[in-house]
Every structure is written in structure tokens, then in C-alpha cells.
């Protein structure tokens, strides 16, 4: 049970995340994705949160080894 708890956490975490659209542009991304269209607006859009999310991803691994190894 210990050991599934964690990844239902993180399970849950991952699926309310996906389920919302992140505006996460800066003013002249905005700009420069308004002129390129929607298709590739989205695009734009959704490497900016991958590279956003890559390195919570690092940090939250590294967190999570820590915490189990000052846990016992």
C-alpha cells in the first residue's frame, strides 16, 4: 500500500494537468503565433509548456528521491 499511494498521487496530478489548456506565451510569442495562424499557434503553444514541464519533471524526481531516502 506504501508504495501505491505515491503513484496514485502522481497519476492524479498527471491527469488534472492534461486536462487544461495552458496559455503559457509571452507577449511577443502571442504576437508571432497571431500571425503564424491557429494550427501552428497551438503548436508553438504546446512546446513552450513541454519545455516548461521538463524541468518541474527534474526537480520533482529528484525531490521524490530525496524523500525516500531521508524517510527511514
Do not use: D
Amino acid at each position: 500500500m506504501k508504495r501505491i499511494k505515491p503513484v496514485i498521487f502522481i497519476a492524479v496530478i498527471f491527469l488534472l494537468l492534461s486536462g487544461y489548456e495552458a496559455a503559457a506565451q509571452c507577449s511577443i510569442c502571442t504576437k508571432t503565433a497571431q500571425q503564424m495562424g491557429e494550427g501552428p499557434a497551438k503548436a508553438l503553444n504546446m512546446g513552450i509548456v513541454y519545455l516548461m514541464l521538463t524541468p518541474f519533471a527534474v526537480v520533482g524526481f529528484i525531490v521524490y528521491r530525496w524523500w525516500k531516502n531521508h524517510k527511514s
